[in-house]
């Protein structure tokens, strides 16, 4: 790895570790989440996508980058408030990732990669979008997809059916692989939902 990979790591996670709200880490130790969040993106890129480059390695670090400074209901709370929220985030990150990789010393042209990524650009033509979302929804199936449905017992059988086809439908064909090879820790207690929801 390179020192402006180094540099750009300290300034990312850095940023991150302003997170005020907290998460459990493995040992049962608080970490700020996001900081926590860039984590689990990278290790997983390596478990996915061994062969990806450092250039990939910040995208997915970055990829929620101080995202609590935009919360939801700093926008209407309604389906065009979510999607205007959502766009917005997709803006800032990518701006502030950008930002602080050219100050880590990366050259226009892999500031550029990380700001397509990060702000998802070009979804399914990309194929640096595509990793990201592919590592984005892995971590979320394997980290978060129990809590949050934990944190939303009044959503039906067909709400979560659709949540789950809209993610799978995200993903590329080697995610949905990789997904169903092992390699990755479905939630136990969604599993039932998920094969139903991906045979379907």
Avoid: C
Avoid at 27 to 54: K, S, T
Avoid at 83 to 100: N, V
């Amino acid at each position: 790895m390179t020192t402006a990979y180094e540099r750009a790591v300290a300034l990312i996670d850095a940023a991150n570790a302003e997170d005020p709200r907290m998460d459990t880490d493995y040992d049962g130790q608080p970490v700020p989440r996001e900081l926590l969040y860039g984590r689990r993106m990278v290790e997983m890129l390596e478990r996915f996508a061994p062969e990806a480059d450092e250039v990939m390695k910040l995208a997915v670090r970055a990829q929620h980058i101080q995202r609590w400074k935009t919360p939801r209901e700093s926008y209407p709370m309604t389906r065009e408030g979510y999607l205007q929220w959502r766009t917005g985030l997709y803006k800032f990150h990518a701006e502030l990732a950008g930002r602080l990789d050219k100050e880590a010393g990366y050259d226009d042209a892999a500031v550029e990669r990380v700001k397509q990524a990060v702000g998802k650009r070009g979804l399914k033509v990309n194929p640096d979008t595509q990793l990201l979302e592919d590592v984005a929804d892995l971590v979320f199936i394997e980290h978060y997809m129990l809590a949050f449905a934990q944190q939303k017992p009044d959503y039906s059988e067909e709400k979560w059916l659709d949540i789950i086809r809209k993610t799978w439908k995200k993903m590329s064909e080697r995610a949905h692989a990789f997904a169903l090879s092992g390699k990755l820790k479905l939630p136990e207690p969604l599993v039932p939902l998920i094969t139903k929801a991906i045979s379907g």
